[in-house]
Protein backbone atom coordinates (compact mmCIF):
# COMPACT_ATOMS: atom_id res chain seq x y z
CA UNK A 1 0.00 0.00 0.00
CA UNK A 2 1.32 3.61 -0.66
CA UNK A 3 2.77 5.84 2.48
CA UNK A 4 0.54 8.62 2.64
CA UNK A 5 2.13 12.22 3.65
CA UNK A 6 0.32 14.63 5.11
CA UNK A 7 1.32 18.66 4.34
CA UNK A 8 0.39 21.34 6.46
CA UNK A 9 1.56 24.13 4.51
CA UNK A 10 -0.24 27.74 3.89
CA UNK A 11 1.21 28.54 0.89
CA UNK A 12 -0.28 27.17 -2.46
CA UNK A 13 2.15 27.21 -4.92
CA UNK A 14 4.74 25.10 -2.25
CA UNK A 15 1.14 22.81 -1.47
CA UNK A 16 0.93 22.21 -5.50
CA UNK A 17 4.54 21.89 -5.96
CA UNK A 18 4.61 18.99 -2.92
CA UNK A 19 1.45 17.40 -4.38
CA UNK A 20 2.74 16.44 -7.70
CA UNK A 21 6.12 15.68 -7.27
CA UNK A 22 4.90 13.47 -4.28
CA UNK A 23 2.15 11.44 -6.42
CA UNK A 24 4.57 11.39 -9.40
CA UNK A 25 6.94 9.00 -6.79
CA UNK A 26 4.25 7.13 -5.51
CA UNK A 27 3.03 8.86 -2.35
CA UNK A 28 -0.63 9.39 -1.54
CA UNK A 29 -1.10 13.01 -0.37
CA UNK A 30 -3.43 15.14 2.11
CA UNK A 31 -2.78 18.84 2.73
CA UNK A 32 -3.86 21.05 5.60
CA UNK A 33 -3.26 24.73 5.20
CA UNK A 34 -2.96 25.48 9.30
CA UNK A 35 -1.90 24.21 11.98
CA UNK A 36 -5.57 23.61 13.91
CA UNK A 37 -6.80 21.71 11.08
CA UNK A 38 -3.26 19.63 10.59
CA UNK A 39 -3.35 18.58 14.18
CA UNK A 40 -6.87 17.36 13.52
CA UNK A 41 -6.08 15.66 10.11
CA UNK A 42 -3.03 13.94 11.61
CA UNK A 43 -4.73 12.67 14.43
CA UNK A 44 -7.54 10.97 12.44
CA UNK A 45 -5.90 10.32 9.03
CA UNK A 46 -2.63 8.94 11.06
CA UNK A 47 0.18 9.24 7.84
CA UNK A 48 2.97 7.69 7.48
CA UNK A 49 5.14 10.76 7.40
CA UNK A 50 4.27 14.84 8.03
CA UNK A 51 5.46 17.71 6.11
CA UNK A 52 5.49 20.77 8.55
CA UNK A 53 5.71 24.62 7.59
CA UNK A 54 7.46 26.43 10.14
CA UNK A 55 5.78 29.87 9.55
CA UNK A 56 1.67 28.43 9.76
CA UNK A 57 -1.28 31.21 10.52
CA UNK A 58 -2.97 30.79 14.07
CA UNK A 59 -0.34 27.97 15.77
CA UNK A 60 2.96 27.85 14.26
CA UNK A 61 4.70 24.56 13.04
CA UNK A 62 6.13 24.34 16.52
CA UNK A 63 3.83 24.36 18.53
CA UNK A 64 1.91 22.01 15.66
CA UNK A 65 5.00 19.37 16.60
CA UNK A 66 5.08 20.01 19.89
CA UNK A 67 1.34 18.67 20.15
CA UNK A 68 1.50 15.86 17.77
CA UNK A 69 5.03 14.58 19.93
CA UNK A 70 2.56 14.48 22.82
CA UNK A 71 -0.13 12.20 20.84
CA UNK A 72 -0.21 8.68 21.49
CA UNK A 73 -1.26 8.48 17.92
CA UNK A 74 1.18 10.53 15.99
CA UNK A 75 4.48 10.47 18.75
CA UNK A 76 6.24 8.22 16.41
CA UNK A 77 5.07 9.87 13.11
CA UNK A 78 8.60 11.16 11.41
CA UNK A 79 7.82 15.01 11.06
CA UNK A 80 10.28 16.60 8.46
CA UNK A 81 10.25 20.49 8.73
CA UNK A 82 9.85 23.32 6.12
CA UNK A 83 11.26 26.54 6.91
CA UNK A 84 12.21 29.57 5.27
CA UNK A 85 14.04 30.90 8.26
CA UNK A 86 17.99 29.95 7.89
CA UNK A 87 18.40 30.46 11.86
CA UNK A 88 20.06 27.79 13.46
CA UNK A 89 17.94 28.47 16.81
CA UNK A 90 14.84 27.53 15.00
CA UNK A 91 16.40 24.30 12.93
CA UNK A 92 17.82 23.54 16.70
CA UNK A 93 14.44 24.56 18.37
CA UNK A 94 12.76 22.06 16.07
CA UNK A 95 14.93 18.92 16.79
CA UNK A 96 14.55 19.55 20.61
CA UNK A 97 10.43 19.68 20.39
CA UNK A 98 10.59 16.49 18.32
CA UNK A 99 11.04 17.23 14.63
CA UNK A 100 13.50 14.15 13.10
CA UNK A 101 13.83 16.62 9.94
CA UNK A 102 14.13 19.91 8.53
CA UNK A 103 14.73 21.42 5.61
CA UNK A 104 15.23 25.02 4.47
CA UNK A 105 13.29 26.27 1.38
CA UNK A 106 14.22 26.70 -1.34
CA UNK A 107 14.60 23.39 -1.26
CA UNK A 108 15.72 21.09 -3.53
CA UNK A 109 12.92 18.34 -4.61
CA UNK A 110 15.52 15.37 -4.93
CA UNK A 111 16.80 16.47 -1.83
CA UNK A 112 13.49 16.72 -0.37
CA UNK A 113 12.57 13.03 -1.64
CA UNK A 114 15.95 11.49 -0.57
CA UNK A 115 15.20 12.85 3.37
CA UNK A 116 11.26 11.29 2.85
CA UNK A 117 12.41 7.80 2.01
CA UNK A 118 15.07 8.03 4.64
CA UNK A 119 12.32 9.21 7.11
CA UNK A 120 10.32 5.92 5.64
CA UNK A 121 12.72 3.82 6.10
CA UNK A 122 12.84 4.14 10.29
CA UNK A 123 10.08 1.42 10.97
CA UNK A 124 11.87 -1.13 8.29
CA UNK A 125 14.87 -1.49 10.35
CA UNK A 126 17.31 0.37 8.24
CA UNK A 127 20.30 -0.42 10.88
CA UNK A 128 19.96 -4.28 11.03
CA UNK A 129 22.56 -5.18 8.65
CA UNK A 130 25.27 -4.88 10.96
CA UNK A 131 24.09 -7.85 12.84
CA UNK A 132 21.78 -10.75 11.71
CA UNK A 133 18.22 -10.76 12.86
CA UNK A 134 18.64 -14.26 14.82
CA UNK A 135 21.48 -12.97 16.12
CA UNK A 136 19.89 -9.67 17.98
CA UNK A 137 19.04 -9.79 21.57
CA UNK A 138 15.17 -8.67 21.22
CA UNK A 139 16.67 -6.17 24.65
CA UNK A 140 19.71 -4.62 25.06
CA UNK A 141 21.16 -3.85 28.46
CA UNK A 142 23.74 -1.55 29.64
CA UNK A 143 23.96 0.83 32.68
CA UNK A 144 20.43 0.47 33.73
CA UNK A 145 19.00 0.92 30.33
CA UNK A 146 16.68 -1.53 28.48
CA UNK A 147 16.43 -1.16 24.76
CA UNK A 148 13.25 -3.59 23.10
CA UNK A 149 13.84 -3.65 19.86
CA UNK A 150 10.19 -5.19 18.81
CA UNK A 151 8.49 -2.25 21.10
CA UNK A 152 10.62 0.47 20.35
CA UNK A 153 10.80 1.25 24.16
CA UNK A 154 13.51 2.13 26.75
CA UNK A 155 13.31 1.97 30.25
CA UNK A 156 16.13 3.43 32.93
CA UNK A 157 16.06 1.78 35.88
CA UNK A 158 13.08 0.55 35.10
CA UNK A 159 10.97 3.58 34.03
CA UNK A 160 9.75 4.03 30.87
CA UNK A 161 12.13 6.97 28.61
CA UNK A 162 10.12 8.13 25.93
CA UNK A 163 12.25 9.05 22.78
CA UNK A 164 11.61 10.30 19.08
CA UNK A 165 12.25 7.41 16.42
CA UNK A 166 15.67 8.76 15.93
CA UNK A 167 16.52 9.72 19.50
CA UNK A 168 15.90 5.63 19.97
CA UNK A 169 17.76 4.60 17.03
CA UNK A 170 20.91 6.87 17.75
CA UNK A 171 20.58 5.54 21.48
CA UNK A 172 20.40 1.84 20.02
CA UNK A 173 23.55 2.29 17.81
CA UNK A 174 25.65 3.51 20.35
CA UNK A 175 24.66 0.61 22.99
CA UNK A 176 25.01 -1.52 20.50
CA UNK A 177 28.39 -0.27 19.44
CA UNK A 178 29.66 0.18 22.84
CA UNK A 179 32.78 1.27 23.79
CA UNK A 180 33.81 1.81 20.20
CA UNK A 181 34.04 5.90 18.88
CA UNK A 182 31.22 6.36 16.22
CA UNK A 183 31.44 9.54 14.19
CA UNK A 184 28.83 12.24 13.52
CA UNK A 185 29.00 11.38 9.97
CA UNK A 186 28.85 7.66 10.71
CA UNK A 187 26.05 8.47 12.46
CA UNK A 188 24.16 10.78 10.06
CA UNK A 189 24.34 8.05 7.49
CA UNK A 190 23.34 5.41 9.69
CA UNK A 191 20.35 7.16 11.21
CA UNK A 192 19.22 9.46 8.92
CA UNK A 193 20.13 7.26 5.80
CA UNK A 194 22.25 9.80 3.61
CA UNK A 195 25.03 12.40 3.08
CA UNK A 196 23.77 15.38 5.10
CA UNK A 197 26.60 17.62 3.62
CA UNK A 198 28.30 18.26 7.23
CA UNK A 199 25.06 18.95 9.28
CA UNK A 200 26.69 17.28 12.14
CA UNK A 201 24.29 19.91 14.36
CA UNK A 202 21.48 17.39 13.97
CA UNK A 203 23.25 14.69 15.87
CA UNK A 204 24.49 17.01 18.63
CA UNK A 205 21.03 18.32 19.00
CA UNK A 206 19.55 14.58 19.25
CA UNK A 207 22.45 13.27 21.43
CA UNK A 208 22.05 16.24 23.79
CA UNK A 209 18.06 15.19 23.71
CA UNK A 210 18.97 11.80 24.84
CA UNK A 211 21.23 12.63 27.62
CA UNK A 212 18.86 14.84 29.26
CA UNK A 213 15.80 11.77 28.38
CA UNK A 214 18.06 9.07 30.35
CA UNK A 215 19.67 11.78 32.62
CA UNK A 216 23.20 11.14 31.66
CA UNK A 217 24.54 14.05 32.84
CA UNK A 218 28.13 15.05 32.85
CA UNK A 219 30.87 13.47 34.96
CA UNK A 220 33.44 10.57 35.39
CA UNK A 221 29.70 8.07 35.26
CA UNK A 222 28.45 10.13 31.91
CA UNK A 223 27.16 6.80 29.51
CA UNK A 224 27.58 8.70 26.42
CA UNK A 225 30.82 10.19 25.97
CA UNK A 226 31.77 13.06 23.46
CA UNK A 227 35.19 13.01 21.72
CA UNK A 228 36.00 16.62 20.65
CA UNK A 229 36.13 17.03 16.98
CA UNK A 230 35.14 13.27 16.42
CA UNK A 231 31.75 12.10 17.22
CA UNK A 232 30.16 9.63 20.51
CA UNK A 233 30.71 6.59 22.13
CA UNK A 234 28.95 4.99 24.55
CA UNK A 235 30.62 3.43 27.75
CA UNK A 236 29.63 0.59 30.16
CA UNK A 237 30.76 0.67 33.54
CA UNK A 238 34.54 -0.18 34.30
CA UNK A 239 35.86 0.92 30.57
CA UNK A 240 36.74 4.48 31.83
Not at 40 to 59: C, F, R, S
Not at 152 to 166: D, F, I, W
Not at 196 to 209: K, L, N, P, Q, S
Request: proline share 2%.
Amino acid sequence: MNKKILIIEDEVNIQELLRYNLEKNGYMVAISDNGIDGIQKALTEVPDLILLDLMLPGIDGLEVCKKLRRSKQTKKVPILMLTAKSEELDKVLGLELGADDYITKPFSIKELIARIRAAMRRIGEENTDEIPEGEKPKILKARGIEIDHEKYEVRKNGEKVVLTLKEFELLKMLVENNGKVLTRDFLLDKIWGYDYAGETRTVDVHIRHVRQKINDEEGSSQMIETIRGVGYRFISEGER
